[in-house]
């Protein structure tokens, strides 16, 4: 059911058409607690804070207690629902942030980040690391973030991925701009994993459409 109403909320929200997009999520939502889908509702709370069409008001839920393990626990499916709703009480601490918002956005999102890393998940981490990455951006640690997102970048254009990255929206937009003219000015750190020039070249024109 992902595909219909996130998937399908996703794309009318690309084509501005946001009133569709809220119908499909609401009833997304509605099926979800009708049939008691909870990685569904989770999906469809994450996908409504991501394209901006949730209640700004809507209290921001505690970090959920995860497990401070790297291996995966016996009830998987708890796991991920927990795991999009701490990245939608991040992305809700980000729409509207105060300097404290921030700082608590960064802190949930690297812990995240923790947590995944060496638990043989790499596109759950790789999904943490973005989000960790519109975090440093918000906070203005611009540095960073550049280097975070060379990262991401190098493994997205492996797979040619790179609506993924451009998916992560504002402020993550603004990095992505500064990491291709940073290439493009040969100002690449030897350090950094290398990134093929047209893979950054084609995420120009869809991050200044």
């Known amino acids: 059911m992902l595909g219909p109403f996130v998937i399908g909320a996703r794309i009318k929200a690309l084509g501005d058409d946001r009133e569709g997009a809220t119908t499909r999520l609401d ?52 796991q991920i629902v927990a795991e999009f709703d701490e990245s939608a009480a991040v992305m809700h601490l980000l729409s509207e942030p105060t300097p404290a918002d921030i700082s608590s956005a960064c802190t949930r999102a690297q812990d995240a980040v923790d947590r995944l890393t060496g638990s043989g998940r790499p596109r759950a981490l790789l999904t943490a690391r973005r989000l960790l990455l519109g975090c440093l951006a918000a906070g203005d640690r611009l540095e960073e973030a550049q280097t975070l997102l060379a990262t991401l970048a190098a493994q997205c254009a492996e797979h040619r991925m790179s609506r993924y990255l451009v998916d992560a929206g504002p402020p993550s937009t603004s990095i992505i701009e500064a990491l291709v003219e940073r290439h493009r000015q040969h100002r690449w750190p030897d350090e950094w994993p290398a990134v093929p020039g047209d893979f950054l070249t084609a995420l120009q024109p869809t991050t200044s459409a």
């Open 27 to 78: 009833e997304g939502a509605a099926i979800a607690h009708t049939l008691d889908l909870p990685r569904l509702r989770a999906r469809i709370d994450n996908e409504r804070i991501r394209l901006h069409l949730h209640d700004p008001l809507f209290p921001i839920p505690p970090a959920p207690r995860l497990t401070a393990t790297r291996s995966q626990p016996p009830d998987g499916i708890a």
